[in-house]
T-cell receptor
Framework: NAGVTQTPKFQVLKTGQSMTLQCAQD?????MSWYRQDPGMGLRLIHY???????DQGEVPNGYNVSRSTTEDFPLRLLSAAPSQTSVYFC??????????????????FGPGTRLTVL | AQTVTQSQPEMSVQEAETVTLSCTYD???????LFWYKQPPSRQMILVIR??????QNATENRFSVNFQKAAKSFSLKISDSQLGDAAMYFC????????????FGKGTKLTVNP
């Protein structure tokens, strides 16, 4: 059980380039999300998905695209990278809704993060 | 919109001593969840403890406990018998219960443990 995996761990882009951050989980979690973490800030929600084919915007969605074709994968796409997107990106997953079959609310499991620098 | 405030950017504690990290939040909901996450230098986000708002009893996990004051919208974390491995950033987070698992995080408190 690998949990939540993210690739790459580090990435440097030039302004205007595009790329996809990969996120995968093997826990059969319905809910997946992307956060960004900037210095002096907590994590902020970019996009989330409550199941395959369903996505929605979080607090800071501009400049990012997502899709969810399978339960396991939730890639984050930067269409035209900007220096303001320099950040550490975290993917997270959990059962949905939080109250799992055991009756207790579940928790979100985070991936190890991707450090992205846009020059 | 919900907000989470951590008023202590940095805290320090002597090894084996006790430290309390503060967190306040703002919400109009009556049912919700609160979390403390630890982020060591490895950047991994690790759940420390969670609290359901409908439970009056404070959550406890080994050396970690919370003081949940619902009326005051306060959710502090107490670390007893502090260890060097407790040194990390600690984030307080809020989550709605009503079908939305989006977490709102505070800005974090950096905890230093002195030997």
């Amino acid at each position: 059980n690998a949990g939540v995996t993210q690739t790459p761990k580090f990435q440097v882009l030039k302004t205007g380039q595009s790329m996809t951050l990969q996120c995968a989980q093997d826990m059969n979690h319905e809910y997946m999300s992307w956060y960004r973490q900037d210095p002096g800030m907590g994590l902020r929600l970019i996009h989330y998905s409550v199941g395959a084919g369903i996505t929605d915007q979080g607090e800071v969605p501009n400049g990012y695209n997502v899709s969810r074709s399978t339960t396991e994968d939730f890639p984050l796409r930067l269409l035209s990278a900007a220096p303001s997107q320099t950040s550490v990106y975290f993917c997270a997953s959990s059962y949905f809704p939080w109250q799992s079959s055991g009756g207790a609310p579940d928790t979100q499991y985070f991936g190890p993060g991707t450090r992205l620098t846009v020059l | 919109a919900q907000t989470v405030t951590q008023s202590q950017p940095e805290m320090s504690v002597q090894e084996a001593e006790t430290v309390t990290l503060s967190c306040t939040y703002d919400t109009s909901e009556s049912d919700y969840y609160l979390f403390w996450y630890k982020q060591p230098p490895s950047r991994q986000m690790i759940l420390v403890i969670r609290q359901e708002a409908y439970k009056q009893q404070n959550a406890t996990e080994n050396r970690f406990s919370v003081n949940f004051q619902k009326a005051a919208k306060s959710f502090s974390l107490k670390i007893s018998d502090s260890q060097l491995g407790d040194a990390a950033m600690y984030f307080c987070a809020y989550g709605d219960q009503g079908g939305s698992e989006k977490l709102v995080f505070g800005k974090g408190t950096k905890l230093t443990v002195n030997p």
